[in-house]
């Protein structure tokens, strides 16, 4: 073999070397968090999708009752929604598989206690349930950072969530969501300073919870 060749192989030796290492810390540190949402409503999955554009976040929503039970193979974080779910005894078993086969499973709001799975140290677990109980647009946001960071331990691309908003018990908000007024007469002041105000128009108030 000439020296021109075994420079050439060697080369391209350091080449593929320098690609499998890439390759392998993508893998580990850089690619797509995936998270499968079990029972979540339509609108926190709106939240969910709002709060992750610009994110390497992806999300796997399967239909999940006694009659249909999902694939949970290969899922790293699994996230139930809980109230008003009623677990089978298949269900439950799909998850007990999952959390032995490694998936990292956590219930929001479980109304049950027997419903309640989570695997999560009970740091993460208290972090994240902050994050969620004052949802707002910057708090998803918080929340979706929390789970690519320190759940699904990724460093690239993986920013430092900003500390969650705690939210008053009872506030008036805009359209726009990070505005919120805890009385109504600041909702009112911050209403006609945006030009809204009407003085002639009924007034209309949704109540949510």
Request: glycine share 0%; net charge positive; aromatic share 16%.
């Given at each position: 073999?000439?020296?021109k060749k075994r420079l050439v192989l060697i080369g391209a030796t350091l080449i593929l070397a320098a690609i499998s290492v890439y390759v392998s810390l993508y893998l580990k540190w850089g690619r797509p968090t995936r998270i499968c949402l079990l029972s979540f409503r339509d609108h926190h999955y709106s939240?969910?999708?709002d709060a992750a554009e610009g994110l390497p976040i992806q999300f796997h929503r399967p239909q999940f009752d006694s009659r249909h039970i999902p694939d949970l193979k290969g899922e790293k974080i699994i996230f139930v929604y809980g109230m008003g779910?009623?677990?089978s005894e298949e269900m439950k078993q799909a998850l007990a598989e999952a959390a032995r086969n490694g998936s990292i499973i956590h219930t929001f709001s479980s109304s049950m206690r027997r419903n309640h799975f989570s695997n999560l140290s009970n740091d993460h677990a208290r972090a994240l349930k902050t994050y969620?109980?004052?949802s707002c647009a910057k708090n998803m946001v918080g929340f979706l950072?929390?789970?690519r960071r320190y759940i699904d331990q990724k460093?690239?691309?993986?920013?430092?969530p900003e500390k969650?908003?705690?939210?008053?018990?009872?506030?008036?908000f805009h359209r726009d969501a990070n505005v919120i007024k805890e009385s109504y007469q600041e909702y009112l002041d911050y209403y006609k300073a945006k030009g809204y105000y009407k003085p002639d128009a009924p007034t209309v108030a949704f109540f949510t919870t």
């Open positions: 073999m000439t020296k939240k969910l999708l779910l009623r677990l969620w109980r004052n950072k929390y789970c460093r690239w691309n993986a920013a430092e969650p908003v705690l939210m008053p018990k009872d506030f008036f």
